[in-house]
């Protein structure tokens, strides 16, 4: 299983959010490419970037951090989420070196697109899906869909995506532990990996998440634990790569 560190962008920043809500963040560091080096230094094999200021602008803000990044460390897989909409934003991200694009919002509003960019990029499409009470959140959380979480994501699975970030909404950003039940269920109900987000504050979130690898879990994202100390990444990291599935 992968630790995966996130860094979240707003206005060329590194912030952490609780729960999505833009207008309460906490700026961890002016210099993102910095904030990389530190989590690749200390045993990170995969980025998260969240583009947060492009999440609600419906188009990337922060491309050119994005581009220094992957610059900086063009051997570490970098994925990326936040303002993708259209096949353009998908392939600049892909030409900038970024590894994996992630589609929330418009996954949900305009599903037949994930079909068109599951087939147009093979092995580039993520899909993030934010929820609570089982139903998919959009527009950076700020409405609840109708939309039954595993329905979608059995959907997006035929459409051929590379893997789903489970996000239970109501643990994001707020350090009260990972919903191991309800990742378990979504781990279950699909083929494809499933990276867990949301609520991870120590090493005994990272030993619940290796309990359900062989559900089908591969990865975990961490942000405000690994940023406010509860959490030392490079031990989390070392945790998380003994958990492997037993296929």
């Known amino acids: 299983m992968l630790l995966i560190p996130a860094i979240d962008l707003k206005d060329g920043k590194c912030v ?22 530190k989590w690749v230094n200390a045993g990170a094999e995969r980025l998260h970037l969240v583009d947060l200021d492009g999440a609600f602008a419906g188009k990337p803000k922060n491309a050119p951090i994005i581009q220094a990044i992957t610059n900086a460390f063009p051997d570490i897989p970098v994925q990326v989420g936040g303002g993708i909409r259209d096949e353009d934003t998908i392939q600049s991200y892909l030409n900038a070196g970024v590894n994996y694009v992630i589609i929330g919002t418009k996954a949900v509003s305009a599903p037949h697109f994930v079909n068109n960019i599951a087939i147009e990029f093979p092995g580039h499409i993520i899909i993030g899906l934010d929820a609570k009470d089982g139903k998919v959140a959009i527009d950076g959380w700020s409405k609840l869909s109708h939309h039954d979480v595993i329905d979608m994501a059995q959907r997006f699975e035929n459409d051929g995506v590379e893997a789903i970030i489970y996000t239970d909404i109501s643990r994001d950003g707020m350090m009260n532990g990972v919903n191991i039940e309800a990742t378990a269920k979504l781990a279950q109900a699909i083929t494809i990996p499933v990276i867990a987000s949301g609520g991870i504050t120590n090493l005994d979130d990272i030993k619940a998440l290796g309990t359900i690898v062989n559900e089908g879990v591969s990865g975990a994202i961490t942000g405000r634990a690994i940023y406010e100390g509860s959490l030392d990444f490079a031990e989390g990291a070392k945790l998380a790569r003994s958990f492997k599935a037993v296929l």
């Open 16 to 37: 952490r959010l609780r729960q999505g809500r833009m207008e309460d963040d906490t700026v961890f560091s002016d210099d993102p490419v910095a904030v990389a080096e």
